[in-house]
């Protein structure tokens, strides 16, 4: 391929996301991405310093496709909440291999800056403020990286909560019991489920 004259932050974004959606987030390098625009590794390196910025640029073209606009001001504040969890949920679910990155790079991401911005303003709207908003975004923060994470890397449907059904039921009654019921759980059920009930404490 011939090797383009210049190279924008969005193009080297999309390769790199492509290697790995592709081929995993282990074979995501300075090389792998190069070879997928089609130029020389010393030639991409004129645009990113290394790999720790090529992992911000993918973080930033994944989490902004996220609608960070406001959502319907008619509904409830909790839909509303609901809502903005449910985008950035689905829009990193989309590249599940590049999830890793999303949370180590997120601090750094001005679509994660945006949408904490528009939840905020949710909540002041609902008369939740002070430290109870700091603490209410916060756990709302926690539960997306934690729920996105798990569903993931550690899957009710994986291999994980298949061998904890087989456990000695006399000695683990409880951690076998519910892996058997978890079987049964899909992902949404459990993602929108387990904010309902983080969205019934803050209501409480």
């Excluded at 790999?51 to 973080?59: G, I, K």
């Excluded at 008619?74 to 990193?92: L, N």
């Excluded at 916060?138 to 994986?158: F, S």
């Excluded at 291999?159 to 951690?175: K, V």
């Amino acid at each position: 391929m011939p090797r383009p004259r210049s190279l924008t932050a969005h193009q080297i974004a999309a390769a790199a996301l492509a290697v790995i959606d592709r081929d995993g987030l282990a074979s995501l390098s300075m090389r792998a991405v190069s070879q997928e625009l089609g130029t020389s590794t010393m030639g991409l390196y004129r645009y990113v310093r290394d790999r720790e910025e090529l992992e911000r640029l993918v973080v930033e073209r994944v989490l902004g496709e996220v609608d960070t606009g406001p959502p319907d001001p008619g509904a409830s504040w909790r839909d509303q909440v609901e809502v903005m969890a449910r985008r950035m949920r689905d829009t990193v679910s989309a590249h599940p291999e590049a999830v890793p990155l999303t949370v180590v790079h997120r601090h750094h991401s001005p679509a994660v800056l945006r949408w904490a911005e528009t939840v905020l303003a949710v909540l002041t709207a609902a008369g939740i403020d002070g430290e109870r908003r700091v603490i209410a975004l916060r756990a709302l923060l926690a539960y997306l990286i934690g729920a996105i994470q798990l569903e993931h890397l550690g899957p009710l449907a994986g291999p994980g909560t298949a061998a904890i059904t087989r456990l000695p039921a006399g000695d683990f009654p409880h951690m076998s019991a519910t892996a058997r019921t978890a079987r049964h759980v899909d992902a949404d059920q459990e993602f929108l489920a387990g904010l309902r009930l983080l969205l019934d404490g803050l209501a409480a």
